[in-house]
């Protein structure tokens, strides 16, 4: 990178690439300033100090309130100096008024992702590129080194359901650890169980009908034949919505989590249970 890379002058026109799309890469924070503006002339120093010695951990995106009063207007910037912090492309983090060195560099440091937290945002590219194993092995790692980590618990499990692997999931589901992550991560405890079961259960087991047509779905989508097990599961709901206390539904659910809303199996298949529930 080159001094400019680290420290840019950002207008109206710029603000959605230099900032917003940038923050994805490395976080990006934004100086609100004016050339008359007394503190901003204290402040500005050490942010672009602290920039240039953190070598583009971050980028420090310079906006001239005068020159962009509608980007002022957009974020309630009142006084200045402002500083914002943004990441992954939303507003994460703020202070106004010229601030101590200390206090700076604390608010940078917090902004900066820890190499865990960069090892997961790896993880999260495999697994939306639907690389599975490669995801797979990425989370691990993590996990192993860290297993209060709840985002890599959470990227685990879904690499481990989406090939199938339904103990190991299971497990970890039991024993998540505590953090935001285990909203969603709730979410998937009937498809692991379901998957365990069909992983444990005896060849040739003799089934009633609509067991053996839910652990059919099992082996399809631990064969990673979706469309099929997806089909399977709606036809038991179709002869008893209430089936198992409505656990075709909410591995359906589980599946429409893993996909995304994007996904056109979700989308097809969501508005298949919708009519087959409604």
Not at 126 to 145: C, M, N, S
Not at 177 to 203: D, H, Q
Not at 237 to 255: D, F, H, I, M, T
Not at 258 to 263: E, I, K, R, T
């Amino acid at each position: 990178m080159t001094l400019s890379e680290y420290i840019l002058d950002v207008s109206e026109a710029t603000f959605e690439t230099q900032v917003v799309l940038k923050s994805f890469e490395v976080p990006v924070v934004v100086d609100f300033w004016a050339p008359w503006c007394g503190p901003c002339r204290v402040l500005s120093p050490i942010l672009e100090r602290l920039a240039i010695e953190a070598g583009g951990d971050f980028v420090l995106a310079k906006v001239n309130v005068d020159e962009n009063p509608n980007l002022s207007i957009r974020y309630g910037v009142h006084g200045i100096p402002a500083v914002k912090a943004f990441r992954n492309g939303e507003l994460v983090a703020q202070f106004h008024g010229a601030q101590p060195e200390r206090t700076v560099r604390k608010f940078i440091e917090q902004l900066t992702p820890s190499e865990a937290e960069q090892a997961v945002e790896q993880a999260h590219s495999l697994l939306a590129t639907r690389h599975y194993p490669e995801a797979e092995a990425a989370y691990r790692e993590v996990f192993e080194q860290d297993e209060t980590n709840s985002e890599a618990a959470l990227g685990l499990v879904e690499s481990l359901l989406i090939q199938g692997k339904g103990l190991e999931a299971l497990s970890i589901l039991q024993n998540f650890p505590p953090g935001t992550a285990w909203v969603r991560a709730e979410g998937y405890l009937p498809l692991a169980s379901l998957l365990n079961e069909v992983e444990m259960a005896a060849p040739n087991l003799d089934l009633p009908p609509l067991e053996a047509s839910l652990y059919q779905a099992g082996r399809l989508i631990g064969r990673g034949n979706l469309p099929a097990a997806m089909d399977g599961l709606l036809d038991v709901l179709r002869q008893e919505k209430s089936y198992r206390a409505g656990l075709p539904k909410q591995v359906l659910l589980a599946l429409f989590s893993l996909l995304g809303d994007q996904d056109p199996l979700t989308r097809k298949y969501r508005d298949e249970l919708a009519s087959v529930l409604f």
